[in-house]
């Protein structure tokens, strides 16, 4: 378990993650999670407040879950 938090340099629970040109949710989840993963939108979608997966806009700051 502890490993996990080693890869990711912190015991931080979640990061925070600006939305660029071209990203996309599943090359988010691919970024953070190192591979896609479906249940991971949803924990992103509800710590957003996220109707539409597929609704990112340039500049948005995503809080990303990292449990």
Same mark, same amino acid.
């Given at each position: 378990?502890l490993? /996990?938090?080693?890869l990711?340099?912190?015991?931080?629970?979640?990061?925070?993650?600006?939305?660029?040109?071209?990203d996309?949710?599943?090359?988010? =989840?691919?970024?953070?999670?190192?591979?896609?993963?479906?249940?991971?939108?949803? /924990? =992103?979608?509800? !710590?957003?407040?996220? !109707?539409?997966?597929?609704?990112?806009? =340039?500049?948005?700051?995503?809080? =990303?879950?990292?449990?």
């Amino acid at each position: 378990e502890l490993s /996990k938090y080693l890869l990711y340099g912190t015991l931080d629970e979640q990061e925070t993650y600006t939305v660029k040109s071209g990203d996309t949710l599943e090359g988010i =989840i691919i970024r953070f999670y190192g591979k896609y993963d479906t249940s991971k939108i949803s /924990k =992103i979608m509800q !710590a957003n407040n996220m !109707a539409n997966p597929n609704q990112l806009s =340039i500049g948005q700051s995503l809080v =990303i879950p990292m449990d």
